[in-house]
Nanobody
Framework: QVRLVESGGTSVEAGGSLILSCAAS????????WGWFRQAPGKEREGVAS???????RYRDSVKGRFTISRDNAKDIVFLQMNSLKSEDTAPYYC???????????????????WGQGTQVTVSS
C-alpha cells in the first residue's frame, strides 16, 4: 500500500504562483509513475503532469511552460510548481501513484493505483 497526502492548495489571483506537495509513504519503491491530476466540477479527472522512476516528465499541453513537476526521492515528496496561473486552472488537484510501467499512459487515470484526498486550487481573475 501507498499513502499520499497533498498540501499547498489555496486561493490565488490570476498570474500568481503556487507549489503543491504530495508526501508519500508505504511501498513507494514499487511505484513507476507519479502524477498530478485535477477534476473541475462536472468534468472527468485529467492528467496535468507526471514523472517516472527515471525522472522523465510529461505535461498536458495547456500547462506546458507554466507547470513543473519534480520529486525529492530521499523524502518521497512530489512537487508541482505552478506559475502564471489562469482561472481555468481552478480545480481540486490530486496526487497519484502508479505501478504500471507506461510512459505514454502516464497521464491516464487508469494507470494509477493510489490517490490522495486532493487539495483545492482556486484562481480568481
Amino acid at each position: 500500500q501507498v499513502r499520499l497526502v497533498e498540501s499547498g492548495g489555496t486561493s490565488v489571483e490570476a498570474g500568481g504562483s503556487l507549489i503543491l506537495s504530495c508526501a508519500a509513504s508505504g511501498y513507494t519503491s514499487w511505484i513507476y509513475n507519479w502524477g498530478w491530476f485535477r477534476q473541475a466540477p462536472g468534468k472527468e479527472r485529467e492528467g496535468v503532469a507526471s514523472i517516472n522512476q527515471d525522472g522523465t516528465t510529461r505535461y498536458r499541453d495547456s500547462v506546458k511552460g507554466r507547470f513543473t513537476i519534480s520529486r525529492d526521492n530521499a523524502k518521497d515528496i512530489v512537487f508541482l510548481q505552478m506559475n502564471s496561473l489562469k482561472s481555468e486552472d481552478t480545480a481540486p488537484y490530486y496526487c497519484g501513484a502508479g505501478q504500471i510501467r507506461s510512459f505514454y499512459g502516464s497521464l491516464d487515470t487508469g494507470n494509477y493505483n493510489y490517490w490522495g484526498q486532493g487539495t483545492q486550487v482556486t484562481v480568481s481573475s
